[in-house]
């Protein structure tokens, strides 16, 4: 490639002085190679790089965010059954004892998911339904029981932000 453009610069100069003998070692036919087309001098592609304006003057390219809750798969909730409940504890400044149930999804796998609110009556098989969320003090618990479906049943005399914890409204004397 190179070489062909060597050649056509070579011809576009005529009062160089090394021309004429760059002419004569070129069309001997002792040194004779095969012919290059002068008009291809350059590859049609594009070079690999971008220069820096380039990169600097371009958007960068989108980062995929990881999800949150990969395993319900993008859907809002899951189905699955309650395998072992036991009681955490959090992380360091917070101080409790924090319900934790271990259920496995219809899809097969395994999450660990908090029981919100005051009591529970979840015991091993109930069917229950699970949401994103991670509990703030509790490493690797990212996703929550949700209240008051299926076999879980909704917080007792709960009056305020009944709709988290599947709590109906207090009847009115």
Known sequence: MF???RLSAQLARPWSTSSSSFLRRTLSPSLARPALPLSRAFHPSLPASATLNQATRRKAPKKIKARKSPLLEGNTQKKGVVSQIFIGKPKKPNSAKRKIAKVK???????????PGEGHN????????????????????RYKVVRGTLDFSGVVGRVTARSKYGAKRPKQQ
């Open 3 to 5: 070489s062909a453009f």
């Open 105 to 115: 999804l219809t899809t097969g796998k395994t999450v660990q998911a908090y029981i």
């Open 122 to 141: 979840l015991q091993d098989h109930s069917v229950v339904l699970i949401r994103g969320g991670r509990t703030q003090d509790l490493p690797g618990v």
